[in-house]
């Protein structure tokens, strides 16, 4: 088969990453092969995500960028994927002329027919949702080389709604993926040689809920946990609504469990969190937090917020402050409040000025900064197990992650990868930690 180069971006989240790779894997049986040039491509792909505003000119900014490429006389098609492909369909080739192919949130299984058609110079868009009746067999598992830690999607979409969220209008319906499948994907891949799975969704906790004959989320955990050879499970992200006492005595049940987790609070305040729609309160947020502090007492926490809220007050933001020093996170991303079409708080006025939020999201930044900072050197002196996945950042060095999530540096050679390796960690940087084998 004739030898074709195959150029993605992908922005967004986790579901966008996974995407990507599903693309890769669809397109390997046309005969692409993936590179990181797009200048000598055949096929450029931006895999989009479209939460915070700016992102549509931000995707035709990046493309007027790239098709330069297409400029110089080689036949190369352009493609759009992702959450703005799904909010702008045909929108985008009107707009775009060179732009060849928009494929929606729900349509990667016609993109290998797509392609083909754009190989004679067709142009078309698929933004269609899909019925949850047809879906639940459009999980397509991912061909790809054998790693150590692999994304098994679970569920897809949401159904929460929050007000400020665009993600239920360009990823739809909430759908569970059927639990038979996931466990045949998850023994596959400990079969592969596989060791850690991630399982994927906007909304991994509310996993099943809908279906009666499915099981629920900790019950999955249970199940997957008894798969020989997978021997560390993650999960993200997870809603605090749907944080289950069952789920909670997973991290003290399950073993295989990772030791960390990313609940977003949004925010700390119940007036906001209200706003929001979010459908739990700052105390209840807390409490969850709590119990999982007292069965996992190394747990840690990530989080997102959002700054800026319409209506949010000073009191208000004292209030995430606060939060913030009752969890203690590891890590946090935080978002100032953008508003998005069709979204409920789109409609609120959007009234505190830039130099508040940035003034507020500097704060908070610093509060985190100082809050990783401390966390990370409680660390030093303690032994991790880390599942090595590669070469460090200096010659000499391995790379891996910890259960707690965070990247392990240390020395050693290459023949560590793939294993489990005892470290004792010696100095903590601001997004990694460094070890010394034991
Ligand atoms: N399903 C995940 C979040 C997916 S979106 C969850 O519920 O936790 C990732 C993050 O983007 C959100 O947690 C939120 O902090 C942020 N975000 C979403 N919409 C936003 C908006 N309109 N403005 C600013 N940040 C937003
Ligand atoms: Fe968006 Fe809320 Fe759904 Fe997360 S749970 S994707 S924030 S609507
Ligand atoms: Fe972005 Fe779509 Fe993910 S909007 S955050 S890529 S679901």
């Known amino acids: 088969m004739a030898h074709k180069l195959l150029y993605i971006e992908t922005f967004g989240c986790q579901m966008n990453v996974n995407d990507s790779e599903r693309i890769v894997s669809m397109l390997a049986d046309l005969g692409y092969a993936a590179t990181d040039d797009p200048a000598t491509s055949d096929m450029i792909l931006l895999n989009t995500c479209s939460v915070r505003g700016g992102a549509e000119e931000k995707v035709y900014r990046r493309l007027a960028n790239l098709r330069i490429y297409k400029r ?33 949130t729900h349509n990667l299984h016609l993109l290998p027919n797509m392609v083909r058609g754009a190989e004679r110079g067709e142009r078309r868009s698929e933004t269609t949702f899909i019925d949850n009746e047809q879906r639940a067999d ?60 991630i399982l994927l969704g906007q909304n991994v906790n509310s996993y099943g809920l809908k279906t009666a004959s499915e099981p629920t989320f900790a019950e999955l955990i249970h199940q997957i946990a008894a798969i020989d050879g997978i021997d560390r499970i993650r999960f993200t992200t997870s809603h605090p609504k749907d944080m289950s006492d069952e ?27 209200k706003r929001m729609g979010r459908g739990y309160g700052r105390e209840s947020y807390l409490d969850k937090v709590g119990k999982l502090k007292a069965l996992r007492p190394d747990i840690v926490f990530t989080g997102d917020i959002i700054v800026g809220f319409p209506g949010e007050t000073d009191a208000d933001f004292e209030q995430t402050l606060s939060l913030m020093e009752e969890v203690r996170y590891i890590d946090l991303f935080s978002f100032i409040y953008s508003p998005r079409p069709r979204t409920r708080a789109a409609e609120l006025a959007d009234d505190l000025s830039r130099t508040v939020k940035m003034a507020r999201l500097d704060r908070l ?40 999530g965070r990247t392990v540096n240390f020395s050693g050679d290459s023949s560590l990868i793939g294993s489990f390796a005892d470290v004792r960690i010696v100095k903590a940087y ?8 034991l």
């Not at 080739?93 to 192919?101: E, F, Q, S, T, V």
């Not at 466990?183 to 891949?189: I, S």
């Not at 005595?249 to 906001?272: E, N, R």
């Not at 966390?375 to 060095?397: A, R």
């Open 72 to 104: 110089g006389g080689k036949k190369q098609i352009i493609a759009v994927g992702g959450c703005v492909a799904q909010q702008e369909g045909e929108e985008l080739l009107r707009k775009l002329p060179y732009l060849d192919l928009v494929i929606g």
């Open 138 to 197: 459009l999980f397509p598992a991912i061909k790809g080389e054998s790693r150590l830690s692999r994304f098994v999607t679970v569920m897809q979409g949401c159904d929460n709604f929050c007000s400020y969220c665009i993600v239920p209008y360009v990823r739809g319906r909430e759908i569970s993926r059927r639990s038979t499948d996931i466990l045949t994907e998850v023994r596959q891949l400990a079969d592969e040689g596989v060791r850690e799975v």
């Open 247 to 273: 789920l909670i005595a997973c991290f003290c049940d399950v073993p295989k469990l990772s030791g960390h987790i990313h609940l977003p609070a949004q925010s700390g305040s119940d007036d906001v969190l």
């Open 365 to 404: 930044m610093e509060l985190q900064r100082r809050h990783t900072r401390e966390i990370s050197h409680t660390y030093i002196g303690s032994v991790m197990s880390v599942l090595v996945e590669g070469e460090g950042k200096l010659p000499g060095q391995v790379s891996g992650k910890a259960d707690i």
């Open 430 to 437: 601001p997004n990694s930690l460094l070890g010394e084998p």
